[in-house]
């Protein structure tokens, strides 16, 4: 079994910065890619940024030099620093772990996050 723990979300007003973090624990022998989702509420869940163990990125247009991704691989450790937060930054974002390999039986799993609120507001 494997648990995603997220931290770092909070208030901020407009302009402002934050970093979210999400940590993966528990059989893991590897994890292809890691992510940050987000949902607002009456929205559908979109990605946010992905990255890979290579180091390959990828991000919502609406974020594209704002967030920035980046990852520990030793740590199984993925941060989504994110600047110049706008309103519409507002969601609950969830952390996602893709093909995560099971370090005793070798089988691939995904698995989310609680969420954690990010509220970006005057």
């Known amino acids: 079994q494997v648990q995603l723990v997220e931290s770092g979300g909070g208030l901020v007003q407009p302009g402002g910065s934050l970093r979210l973090s999400c940590t993966a624990s528990?059989?893991?022998?590897?994890?292809?890619?890691m992510a940050w989702y987000r949902q607002a509420p009456e929205k559908q869940r979109e990605l946010v940024a992905v990255?890979?163990?290579?180091?390959?990125?990828n991000y919502a247009d609406s974020v594209k030099g704002r967030f920035t991704i980046s990852r520990d691989n030793a740590k199984n450790t993925v941060f989504l620093q994110m600047n110049s937060l706008k309103p519409e930054d507002t969601a609950v974002y969830y952390c996602?772990?893709?093909?995560?390999?099971?370090?005793?039986?070798?089988?691939?799993?995904?698995?989310w996050g609680q969420g954690t609120q990010v509220t970006v507001s005057s």
């Open positions: 990255i890979t163990s290579g180091g390959s990125t």
């Open positions: 996602n772990a893709h093909r995560v390999v099971d370090r005793d039986t070798g089988r691939r799993y995904e698995y």
């Open positions: 528990g059989s893991i022998f590897s994890i292809y890619a």
